[in-house]
């Protein structure tokens, strides 16, 4: 009969369970403060701002109409008079483009006239009108957070 040789190896059960505890015990400590440093960043989304600059008055010459895609407006120049006119298809928020005959919607055709009324197609009513301002540094801001009646054009 052969014995079995005796274990030459010291580690007991007991210090593997503690080496496990300790590891998990500071694995669980690196997460809790991950987390609470992702928690206290704060997680909005602020959409773009509702007022911005344009340029200045000369920047616009009379008879000019500028469509300023990223900012979904469409500055229109008559005279010494200046408006805002939003390119968001009130159908279903596409961009729409300058045409000859005013604006036309490149998604499902609607079309507008030179003022944003409906002429055409499913949009449900005319493109609204923007506040144009002008600031004491002498650059012009559109705020499309305040609506103007159509046709009230911003005097330079």
Same mark, same amino acid.
């Given at each position: 009969?052969?014995?079995?040789?005796?274990?030459?190896?010291?580690?007991?059960?007991?210090?593997? $369970?503690?080496?496990?505890?300790? /590891? *998990?015990?500071? %694995?669980? +400590?690196?997460?809790?403060?991950? !987390?609470?440093?992702?928690?206290?960043?704060?997680?909005?989304?602020?959409?773009?701002?509702?007022?911005?600059?344009?340029?200045?008055?000369?920047?616009?010459?009379?008879?000019?109409?500028?469509?300023?895609?990223?900012?979904?407006?469409?500055?229109?120049?008559?005279?010494?008079?200046?408006?805002?006119?939003?390119?968001?298809?009130?159908? $279903?928020?596409?961009?729409?483009? /300058? *045409?000859?005959? %005013?604006? +036309?919607?490149?998604?499902?055709? !609607?079309?507008?006239?030179?003022?944003?009324?409906?002429?055409?197609?499913?949009?449900?009513?005319?493109?609204?009108?923007?506040?144009?301002?002008?600031?004491?540094?002498?650059?012009?801001?559109?705020?499309?957070?305040?609506?103007?009646?159509?046709?009230?054009?911003?005097?330079?």
């Amino acid at each position: 009969m052969t014995a079995n040789p005796p274990a030459t190896d010291k580690t007991s059960r007991r210090s593997v $369970l503690n080496w496990l505890s300790s /590891v *998990a015990l500071f %694995g669980s +400590a690196v997460v809790s403060v991950f !987390s609470n440093l992702v928690f206290m960043k704060p997680r909005a989304t602020y959409g773009a701002p509702s007022r911005f600059s344009i340029g200045r008055p000369e920047d616009f010459p009379s008879g000019t109409r500028i469509s300023l895609d990223a900012r979904r407006v469409c500055i229109v120049r008559e005279g010494d008079r200046l408006a805002a006119i939003s390119t968001t298809c009130t159908h $279903l928020g596409c961009i729409v483009g /300058v *045409a000859e005959t %005013g604006f +036309a919607c490149p998604c499902h055709g !609607s079309r507008f006239d030179q003022d944003g009324n409906v002429t055409g197609g499913p949009a449900p009513k005319p493109l609204p009108w923007y506040s144009i301002n002008l600031t004491p540094n002498g650059e012009l801001t559109v705020d499309t957070s305040v609506e103007v009646q159509q046709g009230a054009y911003f005097q330079v």
